[in-house]
């Protein structure tokens, strides 16, 4: 065993023996603690500045983009809304304990189906430093010990937000300090490791792109819920209320391009595109969206770029958007089968046959009709605040709150009854 | 790519085209297909019991043991089984298509979580060859298209079960005719490299001994749900029921000691120990149960044989039982987290507190309270046939019906609704 190792198991040991007393805290007691949390962080943030301030140095140093470096920033009313967002948590119900069915046998068991933590969830992400407080909070909500893996641009600010958390919570409650863990290592054996810890692990969470996953579903022993990519489609039907489509469309593109469940391809049939697409292409010129088109469409937008076959599997999350007529339905969903991600796609059409084959061939997370993709979203689903869009089946698909956060397990009660 | 792994790609490629025509078969449709397959078992009776001759012949010249060959062996009667058992499955509910939460945003939005088949389900098992026909029509029932990888001991049986349910297929449905796939190569590279096919299959279940399962973990980049072993326990407490804890541990081991939900160690309250083991020990001496004790155990019932540590973590599935005199319940609990599989454990007592502490502390897919272990079943719980009991935290726990052999999407319908 390497040092790496040895400190990796270390780390997962304590969040397994941690994950023990926490799964018992009562709702009040966590609720209680968030506010500590909340509390805490709100009067740190000049130390929370200083650090921040050495990830910026750094990151300008290694020749960061200024949009990489605005979203590592952090200043007083960045850590003001954390921790809002950390009090928002308080007001989430419990999954905890929650009764998901209950039934009384013919012999008289009584058999509760009960949700419960999942115990340690590891999560490794990239990105801004707000992801390592609201991934804590969740999980620690849920009754879920956390390891957290992320960026090494956010290091030092991840590592004053994980004491900062762990400070609150020690005075209180020492039994559970150990609930929060953040891997500082940069090397790639730590996540090789982390999740082949079979037992001490019950989940690990990659959200990024390919490399990131890759590295972690080749090593992993360990369940896997990927949060990976969103190349969503919006196919607008030759039944599509024309300024339904215009507005979803844009909407879908414009909205926050930066998103996973932001339009990547748009899909036009091709009796409605000679009226639709210049419109449509009149809007996104005014937005700064490049477009770039097959052969049909560029024969009615000339001033769209050639789409390659690279663009049809391209998740641009920037202000560029693939345009695609299509002969019908059928052409539709056999691209979207293709080259999906599985993540969010809408149809617009006022044509409910077409509507129906829409939602019911398209295997993704969400299915929409007459509404735009950017909707797959915990808080917009009445799920309330998330830890991602999972892009797997097992489990959890799309917005993975609280509820998908925990496991169940059966409660059994009976007066000696035996099987015959 | 090798000649077998061009074989196990076409077989996984074949399922997951089938699959998507199988998604959209109604709920009247498949309870059709399900009679033609029982109808089409029991006139192929002298088909069967021919191949499943061949298997018998060889397992003998390989010396496996006459327990074995019974498992192994069909017959009419039992071949009317598992007839009968296919037909079970018609009156199961259809869970595809089930709402499960319907929502109706401030936006108008309206978000219908619904089930939705997985896609293509891997099975990996030893054993009966009535597994191949269980998990095909349960698979089937569910929309699922699946690939079945049995033991080698019964590849005809296996390979004519599977050849008459195609043969009952091909004819109403010739769409659907690859969703039903065996692999016949016993070469380990087959589920080494089925296990990587990422996209293609959708979940890999694994039902066996450590061998198999780690053979899956090792090299799966799909899903998998482990069904893997229970060292199931029961605890008896001093505030216990003495006739409940005699019948329910009586039960809980000999019932059927083969199965994974058998208790294999009896943990017992110093204070009840003396009034309890010696009247436990006679049922076990007149059932033929070997005794394995601790030695506080064998202080009170000296012609227990002695226990080692490996007693304490083995399944033994036969007549043998391990048992352990424990001070309190915290040491019962210390117990089970250490050595148990997290599969099922009970507790024998009349105190509410120790009921309630055990409960809430052990983290198995079932817990009891004064009642047999044996009961961790589909059928048991209510939930009707089920394709295993699921070891693992995520997706399923304990049984898994058809339920759990199902997923979801959202489907949003809207009015042209856009996110602001």
Redesign the interface.
């Known amino acids: 065993m390497t040092l790496l190792q040895r400190e990796i198991l270390q780390i997962a040991q304590s969040a397994s023996y941690a994950s023990k007393a926490l799964?018992?805290l009562s709702s009040a007691d966590k609720n209680q603690i968030l506010s500590s949390i909340a509390n805490e962080l709100q009067k740190s943030s000049n130390e929370i500045i200083r650090a921040n301030e050495i990830d910026l140095i750094n990151a300008r140093e290694a020749g960061l983009s200024e949009a990489m470096c605005d979203r590592l920033a952090l200043n007083e009313s960045r850590i003001k809304a954390m921790a809002a967002g950390v009090l928002e948590v308080v007001n989430l119900s419990d999954p905890v304990g929650f009764v998901i069915k209950e039934?009384i046998?013919p012999n008289g068991?009584n058999?509760k189906k009960i949700r419960?933590p999942?115990?340690v969830i590891a999560i490794i992400y990239e990105a801004r430093p707000n992801v390592t407080v609201d991934a804590a909070v969740l999980c620690f909500k849920s009754g879920n010990a956390v390891i957290l893996k992320g960026g090494s641009e956010a290091i030092e600010s991840n590592k004053v937000l994980i004491s900062i958390i762990t400070r609150a919570i020690e005075k209180t409650n020492p039994e559970i300090r150990d609930a929060f863990q953040l891997i500082t290592s940069t090397d790639r054996e730590a996540i090789k490791y982390l999740v082949q810890l079979?037992g001490i692990v019950?989940?690990v969470i990659p959200r990024g792109g390919e490399g990131l996953i890759k590295n972690v579903?080749?090593h992993a022993?360990v369940?896997?819920?990927k949060h990976y990519k969103g190349i969503c489609h919006t196919y607008v039907d030759k039944s599509a209320?024309l300024?339904?489509a215009l507005?979803?469309s844009?909407?879908a593109k414009c909205?926050r391009p930066a998103t996973c469940n932001a339009m990547e391809t748009l899909l036009v049939h091709r009796e409605i595109a000679k009226t639709f697409l210049p419109k449509m292409a009149e809007i996104f010129n005014k937005k700064g969206v490049e477009l770039r088109g097959c052969s049909a469409s560029r024969e009615i937008v000339p001033s769209m770029k050639h789409a390659t076959e690279d663009d049809w599997s391209a998740e641009y999350l920037d202000l560029i958007l693939s345009v695609k007529v299509v002969d019908n339905l059928g052409a539709a969903l056999s691209h979207i089968d293709r080259y999906g991600s599985h993540h969010s796609d809408a149809v617009i059409a006022q044509d409910s046959e077409v509507?129906n084959k829409f939602?019911?061939?398209i295997?993704?997370?969400?299915?929409?009709?007459?509404?735009?993709t950017?909707?797959?979203d915990g808080a917009?689903?009445?799920l309330g605040a998330e830890i991602g869009i999972s892009t797997?089946?097992?489990?959890a698909?799309?917005p993975m709150g609280l509820e998908e956060l925990c496991?169940?397990?059966?409660?059994?009660?009976?007066?000696?009854?035996?099987?015959e």
Chains 1, 2 share one sequence.
Not at 392 to 395: A, V, Y
């Open positions: 799964a018992q039934d046998r068991l058999i419960v999942i115990g079979e019950d989940l579903i080749e022993r369940p896997v819920i209320d300024e339904i507005r979803v844009e909407n909205n509507q939602l019911t061939h295997d993704s997370a969400a299915v929409f009709v007459n509404a735009s950017r909707f797959t917009q689903f009445g797997d089946k097992i489990h698909r799309g496991t169940y397990k059966y409660v059994v009660t009976g007066k000696g009854q035996i099987r």
